[in-house]
């Protein structure tokens, strides 16, 4: 709900428990003046209290009042160069010269429904009551315009943010930097968490404690990235799993991003969320607009446990789209792992012979199936299929595969292209090059300049080819390098910072394009394993591959952190063989089942290698995922352990129904002492008052949770799994 109380001239957005709320100052100025649990009304500027603060100037028009200062005050939608010293929201080059933005309050509309953003992605409103407010706020000198845009998901808790700015003034305008969201809140000490980590290792939570500066998480590789993620939260210092209060935004968007935290000279933080001004200018001319991607924000005053859950639900319910988004996913068999390139009709044939009979239900055929693709140097951007891996093309063997009874997928990487491929050599000038520099290569491999509409509909028309060749069910998308040599042959010399987010721009409308012609195509997103895991992808790609790395016990890890932001039905999570290719460790089959069973599910090795007993423990496996997998991708998530604790020697987590009365536990020994100590472990989200069937024996929901569940002791890398059921 948004309310606007014309007395006290403030906006208020009301979610089911929170409250956020600005004023428009009589500066015109719009302030923030609350984001927290919700509130049965009230001005809360009064909790601003004006001080005449050294050094912190006043606007010409409060006169010889020293007490009103921009630099104090907090706001909406921060200026840059008139007092404000902070970070700033928006940074332009202006016409004369000049950089200043001074931005100040014009009109509102409140409107029922939820916005959208053209050419991007946003959380939606469909099925649920959704409202949006967008406030104009004007720079009277440029005419630059702002229009801010809320969106309010009640039911979720979730407050969505979007920027448009239109250039109302006679000039051209380069805007340098377009934030999102910026947040400022009251004085506290807080802990702020980014999730940082790296290829292989990716989402590491990382929690610092806030002290006075500017701390920041960003990427300029083109894409969201491995090593950062476009989330922030700050919590209070002694926030946990189950209380505490956490403010976190999550940016959809899945290029250059930039997080920042600012803790002020007097302990307030503003933390701003956007696009990275690395590289970045847009140039505006009079009457165009420029649109910033949406952030969407979810204030939890239970803590990171409940935070989590909130963006779980919306990000399944209403970011994801098409008919996969709340569905049962098929269980998939993957040869990358098994085959690397090495492979032909024949072989897959095999491997999806063995995982057809023990229950998968879907073949996904990875890199190497197009051009001369026999090895990573060669072959990216000749999407034909290569005859002598696969005679008569993908018909052929999605057939054989379909009469094996199972679905039949493929891998694509549409935005890079090798040197050494049919596509490069006719086309050198298509792959990102600056001029007289020489390229910078990635696995090989060059990045595609999608900005250029030849470039784009040749990718666009090569998907299509393909999708159209055969029944193909599925596709992973992936990505496999970070872009560099930045520039395009399609802009100006002075648009050139345009190129990052143009990039994005055409991989979404590519990803939009096939979402309108195949609705019933499921895409996974894929960029070397998770460097391209963020609400934007989640839009186009209800699940995207969590990790190149599936050795269970790090990927224990992996899901831990990806969680804090995204919920399990977008993990994709595999079992594959041991010792793992990465990690050189060897983790039970039974252990491998139940930590992929937290995500996606499926596999990623050739079953033929494995045991009669080992394929029963697989049947077995899948048959419990039929049943459980409601649980895993409706449930409400609860963390009941954390796996970068060094002193905790298990990892546990478990999925909850909705309505309480079902639960599965899944924990993993991470490490054993000799003579250790009594194991118990304290469940989380059931009903105190309801008894539970816990593996054949009757508990109370209170004691489940109050005093906890007796743990065998279990070895190194041991697994188990609870089911409970209320009786
Ligand atoms: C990186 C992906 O993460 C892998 O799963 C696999 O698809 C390879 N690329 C193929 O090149």
Not at 121 to 126: H, I, R
Not at 552 to 573: E, F, K, V
Not at 630 to 635: D, F, P, S
Request: proline content about 6%; some cysteine; hydrophobic content about 40%.
């Amino acid at each position: 709900m948004i309310g606007y109380d014309a007395k006290q001239r403030t906006l208020t957005l009301s979610t089911r428990s929170t409250s956020y709320q600005m004023k428009i100052d009589g500066t015109g100025v719009l302030l923030h003046t609350y984001y927290g649990p919700r509130l049965r009304g009230g001005d809360l500027s009064r909790l601003i209290c004006p001080e005449d603060r050294g050094f912190s100037p006043n606007p010409y028009e409060v006169g010889l009042e020293r007490t009103w200062s921009l630099d104090t005050q907090p706001q909406e939608y921060s200026s840059s160069g008139v007092g404000d010293f902070r970070l700033p929201s928006l940074e332009a080059d202006l016409a004369d010269g000049s950089h200043i933005v001074d931005l100040r309050y014009v009109g509102h509309t409140i409107t029922d429904g939820k916005y959208a953003l053209e050419g991007l992605p946003a959380f939606y409103g469909e099925g649920v009551a959704a409202q949006t407010l967008s406030v104009a706020l004007r720079d009277p000198a440029s005419g630059l315009v702002v229009e801010l845009l809320y969106g309010v998901l009640e039911e979720y808790d979730l407050i969505t943010r979007a920027v448009r700015i239109r250039n109302e003034g006679p000039a051209p305008v380069r805007l340098t930097r377009v934030a999102s969201a910026c947040l400022d809140l009251p004085a506290g000490e807080h802990d702020l968490i980014t999730l940082g980590g790296a290829y292989a290792r990716e989402r590491e939570p990382v929690r610092a404690h806030l002290t006075q500066g500017v701390h920041s998480a960003g990427s300029v590789r083109g894409s969201s990235s491995h090593q950062q993620n476009p989330f922030l939260v700050l919590c209070d210092r002694d926030a946990t799993e189950d209380a505490g209060r956490c403010w976190a935004m999550a940016l959809v968007y899945s290029g250059n991003f930039l997080a920042s935290a600012e803790h002020t000279q007097f302990h307030e933080t503003r933390l701003t969320l956007g696009i990275h001004p690395f590289h970045f200018a847009w140039t505006l001319r009079p009457g165009e607009t420029f649109t910033a991607p949406e952030a969407a924000l979810v204030f939890s005053a239970r803590g990171l446990g409940h935070m989590s859950r909130l963006f779980h639900r919306a990000i399944r319910l209403n970011l994801c789209r098409g008919p996969w988004k709340d569905a049962r996913r098929p269980i998939l068999i993957n040869n990358w792992e098994a085959t690397l390139f090495q492979f032909d009709a024949d072989k897959l044939c095999d491997i999806a012979r063995a995982a057809g009979r023990v229950g998968v239900e879907l073949m996904v055929m990875d890199d190497g199936w197009f051009g001369e693709r026999n090895d990573d140097f060669t072959g990216l951007g000749d999407w034909n299929v290569n005859q002598k891996k696969l005679p008569g093309g993908l018909a052929p063997l999605a057939e054989r595969i379909n009469g094996l009874g199972m679905q039949f997928g493929l891998w694509v990487e549409p935005e890079m292209v090798n040197e050494n491929s049919d596509l490069y050599r006719a086309h050198p000038d298509w792959a990102f090059q600056a001029p007289g520099r020489p390229v910078t290569r990635g696995r090989y491999q060059l990045v595609l300049d999608l900005t250029r509409p030849e470039v784009k509909q040749y990718v666009l028309d090569n998907l299509r080819a393909t999708l159209k060749s055969a029944p193909i069910a599925y596709v992973k998308w992936d990505m496999n390098r970070s872009l560099t040599d930045v520039w395009s042959a399609a802009l100006p010399p002075e648009r050139q910072g345009e190129v990052y987010h143009r990039f994005v721009l055409a991989v979404y409308e590519i990803l939009e394009t096939l979402h309108r012609e195949f609705p019933d195509l499921l895409i996974e997103g894929c960029s070397g394993g998770g460097g391209r895991f963020d609400c934007g992808m989640l839009y186009y790609t209800p699940q995207i591959w969590c990790s190149d790395n599936t050795d269970a016990i790090d990927r224990l890890r992996i899901q831990y952190g990806t969680s804090l932001c995204y919920p399990c039905c977008a993990m994709g999570a595999h079992v594959s063989a041991v010792p793992n290719g990465l990690t050189h460790r060897s983790v039970p089959l039974h252990t491998r089942g139940v930590v992929a069973a937290a995500g996606t599910f499926g596999y990623e090795l050739d079953l033929n290698e494995l045991t009669a007993e080992e394929l029963d423990q697989v049947r077995d496996q899948i048959a419990a995922f039929r049943t459980d997998w409601e649980l895993v991708m409706r449930g409400d998530y609860y963390r009941l352990g954390d796996p970068f604790r060094a002193e905790e020697p298990f990892c546990a987590w478990m999925h909850v129904s909705p309505d309480r009365s079902r639960a599965l536990v899944g924990l993993v020994q991470t490490a054993r002492h000799a003579n250790p100590v009594r194991p118990l472990l304290r469940l989380k989200g059931l009903d105190p008052d309801r008894d539970y069937r816990v593996n054949g024996r009757v508990c109370g929901g209170d004691e489940l949770m109050y005093a906890g569940l007796a743990l065998p002791f279990l070895d190194e890398y041991e697994a188990v799994q609870y089911h409970i059921e209320a009786v």
